[in-house]
């Protein structure tokens, strides 16, 4: 760090407009040093072009920006900026010659990273054939390899499984430590609390600032806990979480218990509070199309894996799965990358056969009939760029022989192109699309990831209708907050199940050892000298295992309040796919 770190970036009052479309209308920005400043929103929110006119590579159309000189700054951008024809190792050594290193310090500090992030044995590896994590991995690394005073991520952890995020995160951390200001962009409220400060955008404007606390305290209006979805008015302040459903009244008033509000409730609250007023009441979400099959025997799975092994060659993939779906129930399937689900999801779907063990759908092997009766919502959501949203309805219906229709939902994206709709409406068509034949299972991948909170909750929407109506769902997911819908979770790595149960079960009693000091930095540096894995969560740091005794001995004379807090889901995830992949190394030795 250079004597810049001393001063606080940011921006203040920024516009700027692609043509007729405004990205951001008077927006600003703090960026402490030591300090993760995070800007959250969907997609379209404005929260890349506000990074790129932090990092300089994009000037507003009015507004200041305060950074330091651009080799002083360390910019992720959401392509990453690796090139994937050259090695990790390459890569970063091209990125130090850029920025004027010398040879050695470079390549000690690379070695640190690399080893740190679990990338160590990839130096020789091409970069184009790491996983998305790995390579978001890297990216993060080669901006700050040269120590930069401000380091700017747009979305590093978008997409990412939990394993990955963690060692994201670590990096994160460790420049933080050392005197950087860091902004980073997320959709992901649970990762906007751990940082020091929140800027929340929607559509180019400002939605709530501050610390996530003072979010909290500045939301309007009280959140109530109701039964069911409400009518009326009450309709569009409406959203289901967690398997329940609240509603914010503006004025305080209304019948129902008061729920203690976190960000996202407050984030979700800004959005509904600036959307303008209607006195139509808010469509209700999709909804199946009427059945034409008839459901399976109560207690019969729709969907049933038994002790399934798929390998390729010597790699085995899936190895002993048993998993089943029922109707009426949202199975979650979490696991990092490289863990299997892809490959179980094409077993289910028929797209590959198993090696050993069984796949049923409906009581049958997967085929073609059985196809007819799912409905799938793919990472890539499966939609036609250059057909309009009618189109690609009118396209699926033939396919399957179902009556064409345009739910209410998606009518106003009616003759819009799809590649020319944003994100969360891509993905509102993309669910009309796998509910228009009426599905008895729903197979649904990442299917809310870069939607924002408002739209995220609405989606869940959908998926618990369709549950509620009687059709079974599995959906994989990396946004632990969302195995709270989830009936029950199934936990793969190293190809097996590790866990499986409610998020309460998994979790159990176990807890993690809390650490808050005045000085973060400081204890994040001891900590981590004395071996031990620390996570940043706003200034206080969180340190897995239940025993506090070492983490105090670690601390020594520094000031901290050391205490144990309950684990969570995210945490116990980590856990147990490091014991699994702990155990499949002790296998191979």
Request: glycine content about 10%; aromatic content about 4%; overall charge neutral.
């Amino acid at each position: 760090m250079t004597g810049v770190q001393a001063t606080t970036f940011g921006a203040s009052e920024l516009f700027a407009a692609y043509g007729k479309t405004v990205a951001l209308s008077a927006v600003s920005l703090v960026a402490p040093p030591s300090q993760v400043t995070a800007v959250v929103g969907g997609d379209g929110a404005g929260k890349t072009t506000l990074l790129r006119c932090l990092a300089g590579t994009l000037a507003p159309g009015a507004g200041t920006v305060r950074r330091p000189a651009k080799e002083r700054i360390g910019y992720l951008p959401a392509s990453t900026g690796i090139y994937p024809d050259l090695t990790v190792s390459e890569n970063l050594d091209f990125r130090a010659t850029g920025y004027r290193m010398s040879r050695a310090a470079a390549r000690d500090r690379a070695a640190q990273f690399l080893e740190q992030a679990g990338l160590a044995g990839a130096a020789g590896r091409l970069a184009g054939q790491l996983s998305g994590g790995m390579r978001q991995k890297l990216g993060v690394i080669a901006a700050l390899l040269h120590s930069p005073d401000l380091l700017v991520l747009d979305e590093p952890t978008t997409g990412v499984d939990p394993v990955s995020r963690s060692g994201l995160w670590w990096l994160i951390a460790r420049a933080a430590a050392e005197g950087c200001a860091v902004v980073l962009a997320t959709t992901y409220l649970d990762e906007a609390e751990r940082c020091s400060s929140v800027l929340a955008l929607d559509a180019g404007h400002v939605l709530a600032t501050g610390t996530a606390d003072e979010i909290v305290a500045a939301m309007p209006g009280t959140l109530r806990a109701v039964q069911g979805r409400p009518d009326g008015a009450e309709a569009a302040r409406a959203w289901r979480r967690g398997g329940q459903w609240r509603v914010w009244e503006p004025d305080g008033s209304g019948d129902g218990a008061v729920i203690k509000p976190d960000l996202q409730d407050a984030v979700t609250v800004a959005a509904l509070a600036r959307q303008p007023e209607s006195p139509a009441p808010r469509p209700a979400p999709l909804a199946p199309a009427p059945r034409r099959h008839a459901r399976p025997p109560a207690g019969v799975p729709l969907a049933e894996v038994a002790r399934a092994t798929k390998r390729f060659g010597e790699f085995t993939a899936v190895r002993d799965v048993d998993l089943s779906v029922r109707p009426g129930e949202i199975v979650g399937l979490l696991g990092a990358n490289g863990a299997g689900k892809t490959t179980l999801i094409r077993m289910l779907l028929g797209l590959t056969g198993t090696s050993d063990g069984s796949v049923a759908l409906f009581g049958q092997p997967p085929s073609r009939q059985t196809r007819r009766r799912l409905g799938y919502v793919p990472q890539g959501l499966g939609l036609y760029d250059d057909l309009t949203t009618a189109e690609n309805l009118e396209f699926t219906a033939a396919a399957f022989g179902s009556p064409p229709g345009l739910p209410e939902d998606v009518r106003p994206y009616r003759d819009d192109l799809i590649g020319a709709l944003p994100l969360g409406a891509q993905r509102r068509v993309a669910f009309a699309q796998a509910l228009s034949h009426a599905p008895d299972l729903l197979i649904l991948d990442e299917p809310t990831s870069g939607v924002d909170p408002l739209g995220r909750a609405r989606l869940w929407e959908t998926i618990a209708q369709a549950a509620d109506a009687g059709a079974g769902v599995l959906v994989t997911t990396h946004y632990m907050e969302e195995a709270a819908e989830c009936s029950r979770l199934v936990i793969m790595a190293d190809g097996a199940v590790v866990a499986a149960g409610t998020a309460a079960a998994i979790i159990g009693n176990r807890q993690v050892t809390l650490v808050e000091a005045a000085d973060w930095a400081d204890a994040f540096g001891r900590l981590e000298q004395a071996g031990l894995p620390v996570a940043l969560a706003g200034r206080a740091l969180r340190v897995p295992g239940g025993d506090p005794a070492p983490v105090r001995a670690a601390l020594g004379d520094l000031p901290a309040t050391v205490r144990q807090v309950p684990s969570t889901l995210e945490e116990r995830f980590f856990a147990l796919v490091q014991q699994a992949n702990s155990a499949a190394k002790r296998a191979l030795a």
